[in-house]
Nanobody, 110 residues
Framework: HVQLVESGGGLVQPGGSLRLSCAAS????????MGWFWQPAGKEREAVAV???????GYADSVKGRFTMSSDDAKNTVYLQINSLKSDDTAVYFC?????WGPGTQVTVS
């Protein structure tokens, strides 16, 4: 079965950077379209970045220019580079193939 595990979250000061990773396993074919989602405390989960099988990416307006999603097919891993972090970026970050979800990783900007 498919498993997704996020890592790389933590406490960072405003203006700092983080790189989140999502290790995927259990796929019998090439990694499908993947997405990164965030869920601030008390709010709904929202997509912030997506990548397709051809490495084309899309971003929510609120993160364009600061977030970069990438994929390493050889490692079955997708990444989310987050720059110029703001307090509003504080959230649990999840990766998903739109069917399966990882447990999430907490990012706190303070």
């Amino acid at each position: 079965h498919v498993q997704l595990v996020e890592s790389g979250g933590g406490l960072v000061q405003p203006g700092g950077s983080l790189r989140l990773s999502c290790a995927a396993s259990g796929y019998t074919y090439s990694t499908p379209c993947m997405g990164w989602f965030w869920q601030p405390a008390g709010k709904e989960r929202e997509a912030v970045a997506v990548i397709d099988g051809e490495d084309s990416t899309g971003y929510a307006d609120s993160v364009k220019g600061r977030f970069t999603m990438s994929s390493d097919d050889a490692k079955n891993t997708v990444y989310l580079q987050i720059n110029s972090l703001k307090s509003d970026d504080t959230a649990v970050y999840f990766c998903s193939d739109f069917n399966n979800w990882g447990p999430g990783t907490q990012v706190t900007v303070s």
